[in-house]
């Protein structure tokens, strides 16, 4: 698979599981985003990295983590996550942050449960 | 602050009928508009944007979409609709000034009729 790939697609954790979501881009962008998509709600815009550097945090509860160890990977680590944490999380790529008219490249989510 | 409607959470349409996703937005400055479609158990795709010149935009699979700066709005269309244009379609808007996000509407699911 090319583009924006993610690991896993689907995850179910109990509340007190530590687990990490993977992204990976191979579209040689500088930045890379987390978003959160809810049933009936606009996505919502978790973390922002560009070149590896965490340049946007929107008020993201302290049990979701980012890592970014290079500008071609993202990763999301959860803990102690709460039932409404479940969601979609989708990850994406542009070419650069600051530009305005970059288009994003999403991947294909990973369905995260939390029960 | 910016932001995105798209009035319809649903819009259904007769295969080879035309269709309209519509979407309006509100921005202070020159707005970037981005039109993104999710299918099933997908991320979303990048359709089409307009970021300045002729106002309608062609983009992938056969959409266009028309920017009205006097109305706010950045309407999504197609002539011919077809059953698998049927997903969910999101509008997005970004301004230039500052490093603003990207801003998504709630998005509006399209179903096409056989």
């Known amino acids: 698979e090319t583009g924006v790939t993610q690991t896993p697609r689907h995850l179910v954790m109990g509340m007190t599981n530590k687990k990490s979501l993977k992204c990976e881009q191979h579209?040689?962008?500088?930045?890379m985003y987390w978003y959160k998509q809810s049933a009936k709600k606009p996505l919502e815009l978790m973390f922002v990295y560009s070149l590896e550097e965490r340049v946007e945090n929107n008020s993201v509860p302290s049990r979701f983590s980012p890592e970014c160890p290079n500008s071609s990977h993202l990763f999301l680590h959860l803990h102690t996550l709460q039932p409404e944490d479940s969601a979609l999380y989708l990850c994406?790529?542009?070419?650069?942050?600051?530009?305005?008219?970059?288009?994003?490249?999403f991947g294909p989510g990973t369905r995260l449960t939390v029960t | 602050a910016q932001s995105v409607a798209q009035p319809e959470d649903q819009v259904n349409v007769a295969e080879g009928n035309p269709l309209t996703v519509k979407c309006t937005y509100s921005v202070s400055g020159n707005p970037y508009l981005f039109w993104y479609v999710q299918y099933p158990n997908r991320g979303l795709q990048f359709l089409l944007k307009y970021i300045t010149g002729d106002n309608l935009v062609k983009g992938s699979y056969g959409f266009e979409a028309e920017f009205n700066k006097s109305q706010t709005s950045f309407h999504l269309k197609k002539p011919s609709a077809l059953v698998s244009d049927s997903a969910l379609y999101f509008c997005a808007v970004r301004v230039l000034s500052g490093n603003t996000p990207l801003v998504f509407g709630k998005g509006t699911r399209l179903s096409v009729i056989a």
């Open positions: 994406a790529s542009s070419q650069d942050r600051s530009g305005p008219h970059y288009e994003q490249y």
């Open positions: 579209l040689g962008h500088n930045a």
